[in-house]
């Protein structure tokens, strides 16, 4: 299996400080790919990083990838009370379905 | 900016009872997925459509799931006859060559 799974399971933070959530997964991989879900809400797609980057930057969103180690970090700097969401990490082989982990529940504490 | 579109929000239904979920992908993609997630649990993909016919789908795919594409903009999940454990958020996507999926807000299905 793909299957991406995020660590920690459950993050919780003051507001400013920086949040770091990991991802690993076991099969090779085209690309991953990071979702915020906000509770009961759908997906919103934050990031894709392909099997040749290592990091990309998005706005406060940090994203490495080391495919030796088959892991992937999310950094999101100086967050704010709204960032509270679940985060999840998803992988993919050419035009295959995401395989989703359980996901990184973050709480920042305004 | 373009995004994937969903009706209804929220579907409630009898044990049954056949439902349809619609969905609009973004206009120029090419695949267009069907996810679902139980409450409380992982996203889990159901199947994926390219070219005008199913390119994969999963166990939980049974005979009970349709996909069609009757349109060019239209794409549309059928359960035929609704279970209890049917009762999830169901998510369509979309993508390009690249596999960025982008996500619908989901429909809330409830089966009493």
């Known amino acids: 299996s793909q299957q991406g799974e995020e660590d920690p399971q459950a993050l919780s933070i003051q507001e400013g400080e920086n949040a770091t959530m990991n991802c690993s997964y076991k099969?090779?991989?085209?690309?991953l790919q990071w979702y915020r879900q906000n509770s009961g809400r759908g997906l919103v797609h934050l990031i894709l990083?392909?099997?040749?980057?290592r990091e990309k930057h998005s706005g406060r969103l940090r994203v490495t990838l080391d495919t030796s180690k088959k892991s992937s970090s999310l950094l999101i700097t100086a967050s704010r009370a709204a960032d509270t969401a679940s985060y999840f990490c998803?992988?993919?082989?050419?035009?295959?379905?995401?395989?989703f982990g359980k996901g990184t529940r973050l709480s920042v504490i305004a | 900016e373009p995004e994937v579109t969903q009706t209804p929000s929220h579907q409630v239904t009898q044990m049954g009872q056949e439902v349809i979920l619609r969905c609009v992908p973004i206009?120029?993609?090419?695949?267009f997925y069907w996810y679902r997630q139980i409450l409380g649990q992982k996203v889990e993909f159901l199947v994926s459509?390219?070219?005008?016919?199913?390119?994969?789908k999963s166990e939980i795919f049974d005979d009970q799931f349709s996909v069609e594409r009757p349109d060019g903009s239209n794409f549309t999940l059928k359960i035929r006859s609704t279970k209890l454990e049917d009762s999830a958020m169901y998510f369509c996507?979309?993508?390009?060559?690249?596999?960025?999926?982008?996500f619908g807000p989901g429909t809330r299905l409830t089966v009493l």
């Open positions: 996507a979309s993508s390009d060559r690249d596999n960025e999926q982008f």
């Open positions: 099969t090779s991989i085209n690309n």
């Open positions: 990083i392909r099997s040749n980057e």
């Open positions: 998803a992988t993919a082989s050419g035009n295959t379905p995401l395989v």
């Open positions: 206009s120029n993609h090419l695949y």
């Open positions: 459509f390219y070219n005008n016919e199913i390119s994969e």
